[in-house]
């Protein structure tokens, strides 16, 4: 069973930039869509990206679409979230998500199969 574990998470202030990593191990990403949600405090978790299995094809919530950038690296088993221009709207745990491939077109709308534990950003303006 994949297991993932979030980091690079902090405390930013508004306009800088982060990067998020999520390494899997116990399975291999490839056999996965992966996603980034996101929780804020009060807050239901909501999808933020999510990349196919070969990372031909990415997805974004409308509220970080062209600030956000998924990407993966399968020889590394490793998910990223390269986040630019971050606002103090954008703070929450983040966390890192698999479900089959198969599920890319549906993985934000769906069960999880597998969940990290979350990585704190904390955005201040």
């Known amino acids: 069973q994949v297991q993932l574990v979030e980091s690079g998470g902090g405390l930013v202030q508004a306009g800088d930039s982060l990067r998020l990593s999520c390494a899997a191990s116990g399975g291999a990403i490839i056999d996965y869509a992966m996603a980034w949600f996101r929780q804020a405090p009060g807050k239901a978790r909501e999808f933020v990206a999510a990349i196919s299995w070969m990372g031909s094809s990415t997805t974004y919530a409308d509220s970080v679409k062209g600030r956000f950038t998924i990407s993966r690296d399968n020889a590394k088993n490793t998910l990223y979230l390269q986040m630019n221009t971050l606002k103090p709207e954008d703070t929450a745990i983040y966390y890192c998500?698999?479900?089959?491939?198969?599920?890319?077109?549906?993985?934000?709308?769906?069960?999880?199969?597998?969940w990290g534990r979350g990585t704190q950003v904390t955005g201040s303006s």
């Open positions: 998500a698999a479900s089959p491939a198969d599920n890319y077109s549906r993985i934000s709308r769906i069960k999880i199969d597998h």
